[in-house]
């Protein structure tokens, strides 16, 4: 029962250690990758707030060396999945009427402890795992996944105290219920935050869960899911199993309590994933809420206003920081011909300084692509445009998979802007240019906004303030979120609110209160003081 109206604790963008030489955060951390990579962890899924072991596993492989060995998981089957939704739904009840507060705390906690005793090891994990540089760890597993937690605190608060109006005699509220049934919740590879925030936001909101981590990221979600138990989130709330993913949807899917999903992955699979959900939605007690972030094919647009060095810049990091594997990578740039020659140079003098290998060697700016199938994807596209009779590999192009699964840099010269490369997402290190004629500034803006099912991320280069305005309002559909003189990756909590439309997903925006409102049931409530005693009105006399 509430005894008070709670203040919560000032909430501000968790600050980005930079992992300089000789600073004490870089050697914490290269003391917790060293410790990591010569030991073998033994991840169980976590049902009904237990380890669940199977003897069934398979290895954690590092992509950057893909014949070491840091542990294994054990997988799952049918019955664990359904074990899994018979906890949540056994720990429902209790956990939807524990005051806001005490579910507050948690998550509270869990970022305090993801800040200070977890900090190295959820980014030694992610930086082994995933192949991260320390620094595309740090704003990933650290400090987003904390800003996620902390902020969805704040705005839970805030949805809470938004009530409507009372008139004389009435009293009229707004209960924000928790949805009936269980949440599912998938999450990708490429972002320890993305994998702990789905989870996690449908349950600060009084929901129980059932959460799918990609087979590729168990390693960074075990902490996580470590970090929720010691904070003291109940048994059952949040289940986090690994299981085959097509069994796995087929029993979740069919399930009369599937009360919504919370997705984050591939444009076809969210598809087949709705599908379903609409073949299945007389076996639902409520409709359920479907809630996904899938693929973009983003863009960087330059004027001949721009700075030249400043659009490279922003292709070079819009691109290629984490081997290109974000929704928001940089994948397709449009440069005016009066200013090509200068970006091209700008863009191959940083190329060719740029570092590829392990990330425990900080000097890298590069690492590996996530596993072999990835990069056997990756690798076709750049095949099929040195075989493409308008195209041409002007930087990189080169790859090796021996040892990790390394793919060099790519920047592919296309006359045609429709061509595979510009149009499809590849989720990795390979970034393709057209080069239109000066003249055609503004019709180039229609081919932007047309040549891709996406909708996810862009980005404009001008220093013209009406040539920015007139971009602003041609590309209105093409992005949801939007950059202006910048690279269109980098989202921040509670700064940039992040997610698209089109293929690219429900434009929910993480890192806000729109995403929390979507894992909630709002209940009216009005009470009458005096009720009337007379059933008449006065134009009756």
């Known amino acids: 029962?509430?005894?008070?109206?709670?203040?919560?604790?000032?909430?501000?963008?968790?600050?980005?250690?930079?992992?300089?030489?000789?600073?004490?955060?870089?050697?914490?951390?290269?003391?917790?990758?060293?410790?990591?990579?010569?030991?073998?962890?033994?991840?169980?899924?976590?049902?009904n707030g237990a380890p669940e072991r199977t003897g069934k596993t398979e290895r954690v492989r590092p992509p950057h060396d893909h014949q070491h060995n840091v542990g294994h998981y054990h997988m799952g089957d049918r019955s664990h999945v359904q074990a899994a939704i018979d906890a949540a739904l056994k720990a429902r009840s209790q956990w939807a009427s524990m005051?806001?507060?005490?579910?507050?705390?948690?998550?509270?906690?869990?970022?305090?402890l993801l800040a200070g005793p977890y900090r190295a090891e959820v980014n030694a994990a992610t930086m082994i795992?995933?192949?991260?540089?320390?620094?595309?760890?740090?704003?990933?597993?650290?400090?987003?996944?904390?800003?996620?937690?902390?902020?969805?605190?704040?705005?839970?608060?805030?949805?809470?105290?938004?009530?409507?109006?009372?008139?004389?005699?009435?009293?009229?509220?707004?209960e924000y219920r928790p949805l009936e049934g269980f949440v599912f919740a998938v999450t990708p590879f490429n972002f320890t935050a993305i994998s702990g925030n789905l989870p996690a936001s449908a349950a600060l909101m009084g929901n129980v869960v059932v959460w799918k981590p990609s087979l590729y990221q168990v390693y960074s979600a075990d902490v996580v899911m470590r970090v929720f138990i010691e904070a003291g989130l109940p048994p059952g709330v949040i289940n986090m199993i690994m299981t085959d993913p097509a069994e796995t949807a087929q029993i979740v899917l069919s399930h009369p309590e599937f009360a919504g999903i919370h997705f984050t992955g591939s444009t076809a699979v969210f598809k087949s994933i709705w599908k379903t959900i609409g073949e299945n939605i007389h076996l639902y007690r409520s409709y359920p809420r479907i809630v996904g972030e899938t693929g973009g094919k983003d863009y960087v647009w330059m004027h001949s206003s721009a700075d030249a060095r400043q659009v490279a810049v922003a292709l070079v990091r819009g691109a290629f920081e984490y081997q290109g594997q974000k929704c928001s990578a940089a994948s397709r740039a449009y440069i005016p011909q009066n200013r090509w020659e200068e970006v091209k140079k700008e863009l191959g003098t940083m190329l060719s300084d740029i570092k590829m290998g392990s990330p425990r060697d900080f000097s890298n700016f590069v690492t590996a692509v996530i596993h072999e199938g990835a990069f056997d994807k990756i690798v076709s596209y750049i095949e099929y445009a040195r075989q493409d009779k308008d195209s041409e590999i002007i930087f990189g192009g080169t790859y090796d998979k021996s040892v990790g699964y390394f793919i060099e840099p790519t920047v592919i010269l296309t006359r045609n802007p429709?061509?595979?490369?510009?149009?499809?997402?590849?989720?990795?290190?390979?970034?393709?240019?057209?080069?239109?004629?000066?003249?055609?500034?503004?019709?180039?803006?229609?081919?932007?906004?047309?040549?891709?099912?996406?909708?996810?991320?862009?980005?404009?280069?001008?220093?013209?303030?009406?040539?920015?305005?007139?971009?602003?309002?041609?590309?209105?559909?093409?992005?949801?979120?939007?950059?202006?003189?910048?690279?269109?990756?980098?989202?921040?909590?509670?700064?940039?609110?992040f997610g698209g439309a089109r293929g690219s997903g429900t434009n929910d925006k993480a890192g806000s209160k729109l995403n929390l409102l979507r894992w909630v049931s709002a209940r009216s409530i009005k009470e009458t003081f005096v009720p009337p005693t007379d059933y008449t009105y006065p134009f009756m006399k």
């Open 129 to 174: 795992a995933q192949s991260k540089t320390a620094f595309q760890t740090e704003i990933d597993a650290a400090c987003e996944l904390i800003d996620f937690l902390r902020f969805n605190v704040k705005y839970m608060a805030e949805i809470y105290a938004e009530q409507p109006n009372s008139m004389p005699g009435v009293w009229n509220r707004i």
């Open 99 to 112: 005051s806001w507060e005490q579910r507050a705390s948690i998550f509270l906690k869990a970022a305090d």
């Open 418 to 497: 429709k061509t595979k490369t510009m149009v499809e997402e590849i989720f990795g290190p390979v970034l393709t240019i057209y080069v239109y004629k000066d003249e055609d500034w503004e019709t180039s803006l229609d081919l932007v906004n047309e040549t891709s099912e996406y909708a996810l991320t862009g980005a404009i280069f001008s220093k013209d303030r009406y040539i920015i305005e007139i971009a602003t309002n041609k590309l209105v559909d093409s992005a949801g979120n939007f950059y202006i003189n910048d690279k269109p990756t980098g989202a921040v909590v509670d700064q940039q609110p």
């Open 1 to 47: 029962m509430i005894k008070g109206f709670f203040r919560l604790p000032h909430v501000q963008n968790e600050p980005i250690k930079q992992y300089a030489p000789n600073s004490a955060e870089r050697a914490e951390l290269q003391d917790k990758y060293d410790e990591l990579w010569s030991s073998e962890r033994d991840i169980p899924m976590y049902i």
